[in-house]
């Protein structure tokens, strides 16, 4: 068999090759480069449209995008990719490692971050102004998953000063019953979905794969799941896409620095390329929504990119005025936090398809169906940390949990929504399902 580091710069080669009738596609008169390779017996496998990338040390990177990597895959627009994923650290954080293995795992890799993502994979024909159309058809997560916070000296995470010993809890993802326990009469639903989804951006060099950007990335949005589609803006030629950082369930603003991360056995996307369409920021389409993104370093910055966005979106995808658009936001738009710990902040609005039933009315007070928490300021930073640290408060009280279990579970499964947007007023409601606590545990 061939060497797979051949395989890796075969992939970079643009010669034209001799027929492969197998394996390539009956409209192509000449194999391509790639095709070459995967008949003598490299990594991957392409055929029918189809290109199937493992995770290996081969294919993965720890930590950092550079957009000058080597594609590990190279599809046409319409094709699918059928990825794998591998754990953080390049494996390393896998069922039973401690927390100080882990600890020292982010404090020996200075200036990358812990996540392992897979690729790049180049799109023949994707360029600069382009935009890539990514649909994701299934994900199947590895039976194992874990959650951790590292405050101390890193101080990662919403509350390091608050919370300051670290802790690790391991998980088994029941996938049949699409929940995993999190502690006896706990149960935390299983809605996998890519922390990381990105491409290339424009600026050379190699860059930390935490904080998110125009590129996509770190963008922790759990509406991702399989059956929503991912517009990305292309910034290079191939547009170079990336996944990883795969997560089985997360709470908005994944508070306590991580989601349940985990591995996926198989991500499959169809990747399409559209032309001439420009997007200054990702969207994601789910089969009853639209969300426009608003991410910032300052959560209010991130308020203002979010209002903006979204009423491009509506004026130049909905051909509706500035004046319709304000009052369509304000009447049907669901804005909710995805991330606060990853330097750069996120917020994004889910505006729906058919907009039938405005959203119900941010809850301010405890439900039958939810704990819930709310906070107001001027700041709104400040109205989150108060609002999730009530959140924190309560259940670790109501439910006899211990603060820093309390702390996990809110970062796996609690909801963030904002409420009102007035001049110095910012409204953050926090809601955690009561349905958590299962009975005849």
Not at 385 to 406: C, F, G, T, Y
């Amino acid at each position: 068999m061939a060497n797979r580091r051949e395989f890796l710069a075969g992939m970079g080669t643009l010669a034209a090759a001799a027929p492969l009738s197998q394996i390539a596609r009956a409209e192509e008169p000449a194999a391509r480069p790639e095709m070459r390779a995967l008949q003598s017996g490299h990594i991957g496998q392409y055929q029918g449209g189809v290109y199937l990338l493992p995770a290996t040390d081969e294919t993965v990177q720890w930590g950092w995008f550079d957009n000058s990597e080597t594609p590990r895959a190279r599809i046409r627009s319409g094709d699918t990719v059928v990825m794998e994923t591998m754990m953080a650290s390049q494996n390393r954080i896998l069922p039973g490692v401690d927390i100080d293995t882990i600890t020292r795992l982010r404090v020996d890799n200075p200036g990358r971050g812990p996540h392992t993502i897979t690729g790049p994979v180049f799109v023949e024909g994707a360029m600069p102004g382009d935009m890539l159309k990514i649909r994701l058809d299934r994900i199947v997560p590895k039976t194992y998953g874990a959650n951790w916070n590292l405050p101390g000296t890193l101080k990662l995470g919403q509350f390091p000063d608050v919370f300051r010993d670290p802790q690790v809890k391991h998980f088994y993802l029941d996938l049949h019953r699409g929940v995993t326990e999190f502690l006896p009469g706990i149960e935390i639903p299983v809605r996998p979905f890519p922390g990381i989804l990105g491409v290339a951006r424009a600026e050379s060099g190699r860059h930390s794969t935490v904080p998110p950007g125009p590129f996509g990335g770190n963008l922790d949005i759990r509406e991702m799941v399989q059956g929503t589609t991912v517009y990305l803006p292309v910034f290079v030629d191939g547009a170079l896409l990336w996944s990883g950082d795969s997560h089985a369930a997360q709470g908005n603003g994944e508070i306590n620095l991580t989601a349940i991360e985990t591995a996926f056995n198989e991500l499959r996307m169809q990747v399409e390329v559209v032309k001439g369409k420009t997007i200054a920021w990702p969207r994601v389409e789910t089969p009853t929504h639209w969300l426009t993104l608003g991410y910032d370093r300052d959560l209010n910055k991130a308020l203002d990119l979010l209002e903006e966005e979204t009423l491009r979106f509506l004026v130049d995808e909905r051909r509706m005025d500035i004046g319709s658009a304000r009052k369509y936001m304000a009447e049907f738009g669901d804005c909710r936090v995805s991330e606060v710990v990853n330097q750069v902040k996120g917020l994004y609005c889910m505006l729906p398809k058919k907009p039938k039933v405005k959203p119900a009315a941010r809850p301010t007070v405890e439900t039958r169906r939810a704990y819930v928490t709310l906070a107001v300021n001027a700041d709104i930073m400040t109205a989150m940390n108060e609002a999730a640290m009530a959140m924190i408060e309560l259940v670790a009280e109501r439910k006899s949990l211990s603060p820093i279990d309390s702390y996990s579970l809110a970062s796996l499964a609690m909801d963030t929504r904002i409420g009102r947007v007035a001049p110095g007023e910012r409204h953050i409601h926090c809601l955690l399902p009561k349905s958590l606590w299962v009975k005849n545990a």
